[in-house]
């Protein structure tokens, strides 16, 4: 049995899984929070850099629709020889901020302009516009005076005459380098781009980002493009989001620091309650059972309480839950039951009637043979004493109606040893274990018991319960009777058995001896102190 247990208790879990536990779950949390991070950095820089490149596209625009004016005013000049226009050809490249220079020419042929170009000699030839097109803008790596110093040329054609604007790039590119801080912000015109250091590159040269973003313009054949590296795009989610991913780190920490608080919690709770079960700090308290139409005590539930030495009571909410789970709910009944058999045994208290004494167990006890032969041991114990046994069988865990159960369930009706379904509609299909499990008694559930009073909608759910039990011919004994008002209506239902605070609150032996004979003598007896109420247990 030792063997059996070890392999079910939770310090056993936590030392084999206490890194998935430990480790494993904040990690897990901190790579979703961080996904999740990335993701929102993600759309907020394209989200922004759109807004950016669209602010930028229209600024462009601006310029273009200048040079645009221009070309088309110095196309107005061609009827004029050279030497008459090269004035107002100078002031119209001083209107615009950006406009270098306006040249003019005749059959691809440059004939007239206001920028110096000696040594250049006359007639100097342009790339000329194909046939189809009235204007065009492209990309050079610099002028015939500043080869170096990258230029936009806007043409526009008028018969043979051609007019070219000369735009300079130097406060776009700073702007572009400004816009795109982070990633690589391009201008492109047809085959060829701009960058932000003034390099005029062909296309084809270019390899997609991990992030690329392209805003064409609606006016003008060129368009921004923007491509960001992985390792551009980390760096610019840690200048946003590092506080963010800062504090999920200290997150994660912490969940790991609280898991790991838990783990040992509950390990140590699971030692502390072996070391109670050595102890016998492990004490039963008996709540009656009444049989409310006749007046007496038909019976009692066994329950128990950890009486520990420094902490004082452990609520059962705490212990009981760790007992089932961890496997130390078998020793725990087998000391309680050893306990009361002893206790009633040796105590002279004759009962009128056979009383009903009742433990709760759970579906592990149902899962090998040994209640079986506690039940025995406790039988031959309190023989001769009016004892009948009953096993309260939980349903906070599930049950499964196998052979081995079946087999036990047999065994103990066998004993003539009275089986009920404790807490009955609170836990798992108890209608299901009714039809298998040959229930003798059900225990109507205080919840069920406290609705009596809350309206005809909510008694109606308590009369379903008590006419299946009926008609299923199974005793039912109600939980948790507070008032009179709730007795009577019971007994109007014919549930005679009654459990609660009504009657008496769970007690210790030497409480419940006193109230025993209070109860059949009808004369007040020396009790001890009152206990604090506290909330019921299934033990």
């Known amino acids: 049995m030792r063997s059996q247990l070890e392999a079910l208790v939770p310090s056993r879990i936590a030392n084999h899984y206490r890194f998935v536990l430990w480790m494993f779950i904040p990690l897990v949390l901190l790579i979703a929070s961080i996904s999740l991070v990335t993701v929102v950095a993600h759309h907020s820089i394209i989200a922004k850099a759109s807004h950016d490149m669209n602010s930028m596209v229209a600024f462009i625009d601006k310029i273009m ?63 000329s516009l194909s046939d189809d097109s009235a204007s065009d803008i492209r990309l050079n790596r610099g002028t015939v005076l500043f080869p170096d110093f990258a230029v936009i040329v806007l043409r526009k054609r008028s018969g043979d005459f051609t007019a070219g604007v000369v735009i300079d790039t130097q406060y776009i590119r700073h702007t572009m380098n400004l816009l795109g801080s982070g990633s690589r912000m391009l201008l492109v015109v047809n085959n060829m781009y701009l960058t932000p250091l003034g390099e005029v590159e062909p296309v084809k040269s270019l390899s997609r980002g991990f992030v690329s973003l392209k805003v064409p313009s609606a006016d003008y054949p060129f368009k921004l493009r923007l491509d960001m590296t992985l390792n551009e795009f980390i760096h610019s989610v840690i200048d946003i989001y590092g506080y963010v991913m800062l504090l999920c780190f200290c997150l994660a920490i912490i969940i790991s620091l609280l898991i790991h608080h838990w783990l040992q919690a509950s390990s140590s709770l699971y030692f502390n309650m072996r070391q109670a079960l050595e102890r016998k700090e ?119 109606v196998n052979d081995t159960t079946l087999g036990v369930l047999k065994e103990l009706k066998a004993l003539d040893i009275g089986v009920a379904m404790d807490d009955f509609g609170t836990g798992y299909s108890g209608l299901s274990y009714l039809n298998k499990m040959n229930i003798d008694t059900i225990k109507l559930d205080q919840s069920f018991v406290a609705m009596i009073e809350k309206g005809n909608t909510a008694k109606i759910i308590v009369d379903v319960v008590i006419n299946l039990a009926s008609q299923l011919d199974i005793e039912v004994v109600a939980e948790g009777v507070e008032n009179t008002y709730q007795q009577n209506y ?22 419940f001896s006193c109230w025993w004979q209070a109860e059949n003598t009808h004369q007040p007896a020396q009790m001890p102190p009152p206990l604090p109420r506290q909330v019921q247990s299934d033990h």
């Open 65 to 127: 629709v200048n040079a645009d004016h221009t070309a088309l005013r110095s196309l107005t000049l061609i009827d004029r020889p050279c030497r008459d226009i090269v004035g107002p050809l100078q002031l119209m490249s001083l209107k615009y901020p950006l406009v270098r220079s306006v040249n003019l020419s005749l059959h691809g042929l440059l004939y007239c302009t206001p920028v110096p170009l000696q040594p250049l000699s006359f007639p100097h030839r342009v790339p």
């Open 282 to 400: 492990f004490k039963a308290y008996f709540q009656p059972i009444m049989n409310a139409r006749e007046g007496y005590c038909s019976g009692i539930e066994v329950l128990t309480r950890w009486c520990h030495p420094t902490d004082g009571t452990v609520s059962p909410d705490i212990f009981i839950p760790l007992a089932e789970k961890s496997g130390l709910i078998i020793p725990l009944t087998q000391q309680l039951m050893r306990d009361v058999a002893s206790i009633i045994s040796t105590t002279p208290v004759s009962w009128r009637h056979e009383l009903h004494v009742a433990f709760n167990i759970t579906a592990l006890h149902l899962a090998s043979r040994q209640i079986v032969e506690d039940s025995k041991v406790f039988l031959s114990v309190v023989q001769g004493k009016r004892i009948k046994l009953i096993l309260e069988l939980t349903e906070r865990q599930f049950i499964d």
């Open 490 to 511: 019971l007994l109007s239902k014919n549930v005679q058995y009654q459990q609660g605070y009504l009657f008496a609150r769970p007690m210790p032996m030497l409480s």
